[in-house]
């Protein structure tokens, strides 16, 4: 196994025997690999943070928020290094929280919803899907999503629910509608430390070698990228296969969603982000 050194190492050591007892391999020991999908959303808006993120080793999905500064620039380079692609599409939130440009909000009609998603989705090149930035409102409105499940349905494109709300009907609408669709196990990075990472990831890890697949989102901040510059090669030692969200969609088409009871935490409800930095977008 790679060395990790002094605390990492520590905890990556405790974390496997904690796998290991839970008796979370016995996907793989059926002959199944276990996979997750790692996705890192919210790029576009900092360059810097972007490239060290897409310069991550691995399958890694990349989800740019439309519009932004440096997203078009991040997306192409993503796609240069065989990274896959997505929009990270900024939908309403009960909280009032800014959600920059390319937003799809209640009151937003059908022509209106379809013209800022097609537009949002043409502003990102190579774009294979997209998931929600935000969106506890208007994930819950079942008339809302069935047009942007119509959008992505018609441009051939899947959808990751990002499960920002326990109450969300985005990913049944997709369902309904013939949209490819996945849902996210953990967010990793509500807490910037790499306690809180580790434990999140350890959970994604868990999820993954108990049901055979597992989502994760984080986000561009330096804590995370360190984490997984020093996790992923470890991962891939255990025997778990980082695979791009489309690539899990299509090993799961036909299958029956297997649902992993979600607790959503209080950083959850807050839209996937405990982070103050977001409420400065505009
Ligand atoms: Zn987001």
Redesign the pocket.
């Known amino acids: 196994m790679r060395k990790l050194k002094g605390r990492s190492f520590r905890l990556f050591t405790f974390g496997l025997c904690w796998l290991v007892a839970s008796g979370a391999f016995s996907a793989s020991e059926t002959g199944n690999q276990p996979v997750i999908v790692i996705v890192i ?2 790029l576009g808006d900092n360059r810097k943070k972007g490239i060290a993120a897409i310069d991550l080793d691995g399958a890694i999905t990349y ?1 740019f ?1 439309p519009h932004t500064p440096h997203s078009k620039e991040l997306a192409r380079i993503a796609h240069q290094k065989g990274k896959e692609v997505i929009l ?1 599409a ?1 939908m309403e939130n009960k909280s009032g929280l800014r959600l920059g440009p390319g937003a799809l909000e209640e009151h937003h009609d059908h022509q209106q919803l379809k013209n800022i998603l097609n537009t949002g989705l043409d502003s990102i090149p190579y774009v294979t899907g997209m998931n ?3 969106g506890s409102l208007l994930t819950e409105d079942r008339e809302k999503m069935a047009e942007i499940m119509q959008v992505m349905r018609r441009r051939n494109l899947f959808f990751l629910d ?1 499960v920002t709300t326990s109450n969300t009907v985005a990913w049944k609408v997709a369902r309904e509608v013939g949209v490819p669709y996945i849902l996210r196990d953990t967010f990793l990075d509500n807490e910037r430390n790499e306690e809180y990472i580790h434990q999140q990831f350890k959970q994604a890890l868990k999820v993954a070698m108990s049901r055979g697949y597992s989502v994760a989102i984080g ?1 561009p901040y330096p804590e995370t990228v360190e984490y997984l510059k020093k996790a992923l090669p470890i991962v891939e030692e255990l025997g778990v296969k980082l695979i791009p969200a489309s690539e899990l969609i299509r090993r799961r088409s036909g299958k029956p969603l297997l649902l992993v009871e979600k607790k959503l935490n209080p950083c959850d409800q807050f ?3 405990c982070e103050s930095e ?1 409420t400065h977008r505009h």
């Open positions: 959303d919210d989800a928020l990270h900024p929600n930035h935000m990002s986000h839209e996937g982000h977001l």
